[in-house]
């Protein structure tokens, strides 16, 4: 292992670093990106392998993070000064370790029956806990638009909490062509249509969720099979008009798995 402590903004490692985490351009080209946490790093060891760089602050780490390290000896750490680190982890409260690794490519099944397509999701963190929900109930790929924030963001991947890195990802994509040439049934969550417990989801399904505050766009809503929503108490009060569109995902995947799992 090569050890090294860089106190320089002005470090070319150190700016490749602060490219990685700002900028999503960047990601694509070079093929990396940064995971914060003990949770998101040994969530790669067990799935990816060993990260390319280790990342951690000067001074104390957390007890969590000091462990991990035991088991990282092999791999080359750069040690950074408090506020350079801080620079570079999406959250207020670290752990006090980072890891430098690829972009994983997950291979898609050979048979896709249970999808999400994601259409221009702009915040980070709702992309995360979308993709953390999918691959909580059992969505075998999820689609990204050209319009969606980058699901391999820092704060994304904060988001997911490993999602990203079992959950078979295809972004850029057309929606109306993905729903098109989904071989089932398509249905866009909406604020108003069909209620979702109204239909049968044990079969092939693909849903469609669409962005935070435009929701589906009309050319996806005419290209899937139904638009569905959830029903609510209270519905037509303002603050309970329509659920964030991590949630109305939540309830409509963990109902596909209930129908799923029931045959």
Known sequence: M???????RDN???????KLADNARERKSSGLT???????????????????????PEGKSSLEASNLMQHLVDVDTIMLPTLMFADLTPVSSSSGIMALVPVPEIALPEIVNFALLIEN????????????TAAAAGVQAAYLTKGCTDAWSPKALRGGQGAQLVLPLVENVDAVEVAEQFAGKTLALTMHGQSLYDQALSGPVLFAVGNEGAGISEALQHA?????????AHQGVLALESLNAAAATAVALFECQRQRLQG
Do not use: W
């Not at 067990?46 to 990342?55: K, Y």
């Not at 999701?121 to 953390?132: F, W």
């Open 2 to 8: 090569a050890f090294k402590h860089i106190t320089s």
């Open 12 to 18: 070319p490692v150190y700016k490749h670093l602060r």
């Open 34 to 56: 940064l995971l914060e946490g003990v949770h998101l790093i040994e969530g790669y060891l067990q799935t990816q392998g060993e990260p390319q760089l280790m990342i951690i």
């Open 121 to 132: 999701i702009q915040d980070p963190g709702n992309l995360g806990s979308i993709l953390r």
């Open 224 to 232: 899937v099979n139904h638009c569905v929503s959830i029903p609510m």
